[in-house]
Nanobody, 123 residues
């Protein structure tokens, strides 16, 4: 069982930056692929980016590539999402999630989810 708690969301102006954190419980955190997803009002939850268990492989949605960076610290059971050059269209609730096994963009393959943190980007 893995429990995930996100933090770091807030209100920021367009062009600004935020760093989200996701702290996981459990001793097997380092064996999970971690992903970030987001959901805007009236829209489906979408993949943002993911990181392999070792941190050696990261992958992103085209909409955030070059602006967002995922990293993890397995000693601290924490995964991060650094968001730069934020745009109003990045406004959403951001969720971290854990998947056992290989890296995946598929929402359905993530077994554990955090409660989400709101990110609002003003124009």
């Amino acid at each position: 069982q893995v429990q995930l708690v996100e933090s770091g969301g807030g209100l920021v102006q367009a062009g600004g930056s935020l760093r989200l954190s996701c702290v996981a419980s459990g001793r097997t955190f380092s064996r999970y692929t971690m992903g970030w997803f987001r959901q805007a009002p009236g829209k489906e939850r979408e993949f943002v980016g993911g990181i392999s268990w070792s941190g050696g492989n990261t992958y992103y949605a085209d909409s955030v590539k070059g602006r967002f960076t995922i990293s993890r610290d397995n000693a601290k059971n924490t995964v991060y999402l650094q968001m730069n050059s934020l745009k109003p269209e990045d406004t959403a609730v951001y969720y971290c999630a854990a998947a056992w096994g290989i890296a995946t963009r598929n929402l359905k393959e993530y077994s554990y989810w955090g409660q989400g943190t709101q990110v609002t980007v003003s124009s």
